[in-house]
């Protein structure tokens, strides 16, 4: 067997970057970036060089089974793959035959290599498509839709030759993607300044120029306020603005009541430093990135505060410019041609989504493509439109990602089958009737995806190992209940053949692939000049105004609403990521348990000596019912109206042995939380809540 060393694609988070894994006999022994890439450098993230943890962890499902239990008990027998892949199957098909095509709900985390299983939903039927984003960027992406036409990747960030790059709920140094991190290292080598608006220091602050710590939930005042000041002190690009704003004066006008002096009061930042933060941004100009946030799904404005980001962006010239927010490149835009679509093979599915995208009023102006799937679940209970009696969980843990897993739990009571697809144990994985245990990234291979960006790439996932237990690919899942319900059109079994399907017209063969594991389609980055066509809206013009949202009741400026104070006593819950973690799924992860086995609480020195509490002591959290303990973090560089933890920990499944019983579970600390949502960009608002805190 001996050494050799596979191409393939990181899956321990969503960044996906490209991998180099070297194999000894058989078995994954160390992975590193691949060097090829660009922008990777062969680096890459702590969790990133612990995927072979995953590989041979025997607390992961290592075989298909079905519940034998009550829902959640925990009692499974094995089964083969045959009669897994039969069973759902045979159900899917029950359930559609009783309760009509669209009584299957589906939900996933999203990324690009969907296509054939979406194909697979499209073919049997059912509208209802989701992924997580109602817990993650939804806000982000409807921000881009409503000012530009666009979603969120319509763009990218060149933060190489950026000149001022500034962080508002993004914290790009721990919330990794491994090249933005290098480009932005690179960028601030050559100068490029650094501003973070954090409620808390995070990693980026202390490698900051400007570091606003503002009072949580205010950022969407402080931008008004930027704006204010880039209006009346004439920062902005004027140009721009003539050439490409349409009802620039509306915003004018709304902004007058929203000085720096106001903005001083409301946030806390003196008012001298903003003016002198914007007095940089016009220095700076174009060559800006004001980064319009990645996981938003925190307050019912989110939606318009990233409005106000990418309206920002657009006055300081910023998009589309050289160091700004370039137009993101696809195949087309380099003259070569995209990945052939197995979805296109099947028409879009009738009737009505579930979760009211595109029909019920006040939904009418969301994007449909990955839905809204907090409120599929509330349709779930009503019935209404209609019966939804099967989930298939692709991918994604719901019951952590959003807010309070009991009561999400409860709203799938009346669904008759919930299928897990999934490589680790979860509480959705736990709560399910069938579990079909997908094969770590390091052991499957992939349909080929595509990475757009300044050079548009085609690239393979490639399995590295066989299957170290009774897993499948991700394609074998599908295809095999594809064959099942009688679509021929999937019926694949070498995944050979399905790369052939996708490159077909491409002029790109398979073995273009071989030595990198990566083809570019264009050799020098393209800066596509802002023209006729660049803004998708319907005036062609960056949209202070848009039409569909306020159509649809809710207003485009809408005013400022100051959040609310914590009760006495409590303090509002905040929460992100760490270097060492992906969301809930790696804390069982050996290798990063033993860096990090539990999560910590920031909380403001003054609050803490209020309550009696001292660094490092572990202290008690809770919320309507849930209570956990966690090791208390003291520190002058938080919000003393917050407190902050790190997501994902307080798992409490037997068979995670190392998790169990660590750290306390954010999620649970927002009672009902998913009826509290942005109506603006439907993402979950998961920070308005109030926790207490207390001497353990
Ligand atoms: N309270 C609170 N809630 C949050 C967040 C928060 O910070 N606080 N964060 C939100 C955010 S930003 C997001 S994106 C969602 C995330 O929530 P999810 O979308 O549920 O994401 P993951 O935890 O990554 O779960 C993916 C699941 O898929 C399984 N899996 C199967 N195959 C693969 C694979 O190839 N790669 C990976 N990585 N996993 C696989 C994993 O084992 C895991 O159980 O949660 C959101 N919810
Ligand atoms: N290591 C690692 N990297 C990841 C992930 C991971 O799980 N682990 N997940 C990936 C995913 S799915 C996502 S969505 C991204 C998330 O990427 P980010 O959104 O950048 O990450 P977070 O850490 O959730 O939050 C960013 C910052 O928001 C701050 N914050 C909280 N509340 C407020 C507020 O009211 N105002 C302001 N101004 N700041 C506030 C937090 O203190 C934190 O520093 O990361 C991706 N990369
Ligand atoms: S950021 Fe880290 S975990 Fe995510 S894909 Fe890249 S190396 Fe893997
Ligand atoms: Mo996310």
Partial sequence: MGKEYVKSICGMCSVRCPIEVEVVDGKAEYIQGNPDAAGIMGSLCPRGAAGTALTYDEDRPQYPMVRTGKRGEGKWKQVSWDEALDYVADELTRIQDTYG??????????????????????????????????????????????????????????????????????????????????????????????????????????????????????????????????????????????????????????????TPEWCEAETGVPAADLIAFCEQLAEAAPSVIW??????????????????????????GAIGAKGGLPFMNKPGNVGAKGLKSFMEIYPKPEGKRADGIGWMDGRKHFDAGPGLVHLAYEAAVAEDPYPIKAYIVQRHDPLMAFPDKHDVRAKWDDIELVVAATFSWSDTAWYADVILPISPYLERDEILMTKNGPKPAFQVRKRAIEPVYDTKAVWEIYAGLAKRMGLKELDYTNIEDIWKFQLEGTGVSVADFEKTGIVTLASEPLYQPVKEGSFKTPSGKVQ????????????????????????????????????????????????????????????????????????????????????????????????????FMIHGFGHDLPCESRAKGMGAADNMLMPKGIQKWDRGGGAVAMQEHFVEVAKA
């Avoid at 980064?291 to 300081?316: E, K, Q």
């Avoid at 572990?618 to 109206?641: L, M, Q, R």
């Fill in 101 to 258: 095509k669209n009584s299957v709900l589906f939900s996933d985390r999203g990324g690009p290599f969907r296509d054939f299983y979406r194909a697979f939903l499209r073919g049997i039927g059912t509208a209802n498509y989701n992924n997580h984003d109602s817990a993650c960027a939804r806000n982000v992406q409807n921000a881009a839709l409503s000012v530009f036409g666009f979603g969120r990747k319509g763009v990218s960030y060149d933060l190489k030759n950026a000149k001022h790059v500034i962080l508002q709920q993004r914290n790009i140094m721990e919330a990794i993607n491994v090249a933005e991190v290098n480009n932005l290292l690179t960028g601030i080598e050559k100068g490029c300044k650094l501003t973070v608006i954090d409620i808390r220091a995070n990693v980026p602050a202390t490698k900051a120029d400007n570091f606003f710590m503002v009072r949580p939930g205010t950022d969407y005042g402080f931008n008004l306020a930027v704006i204010n000041v880039l209006i009346n002190k004439e920062l902005y690009d004027k140009k721009f603005v003539a050439d490409w704003f349409e009802d620039f004066d509306k915003l004018a006008e709304f902004i007058k009541p929203y």
């Fill in 291 to 316: 980064h319009p946030g990645w996981m938003t799904a925190r307050y019912s404005d989110s939606f318009w505060m990233t409005r106000t980001i990418y309206i920002i962006n657009a006055m300081l």
């Fill in 544 to 643: 202070v105004i848009d039409a569909k949202l306020e159509g649809d009741g809710q207003p485009s400026l809408k005013p400022y609403v100051s959040p609310e104070r914590p009760p006495e006593g409590k303090f509002r819950i905040t929460f992100g990521r760490c270097a060492l973690h992906t969301q809930g799924h790696t804390v069982n992860n050996s290798l990063l348990f033993e860096q990090m086995p539990e999560n910590t609480l920031w909380i403001n020195t003054k609050r803490a000596a209020e309550l009696g509490i001292e660094n490092g002591e572990y202290v008690s959290i809770s919320n309507t019912g849930y209570e956990a303990k966690i090791k208390a973090f003291v520190t002058d560089f938080i919000h003393p109206e917050a407190v």
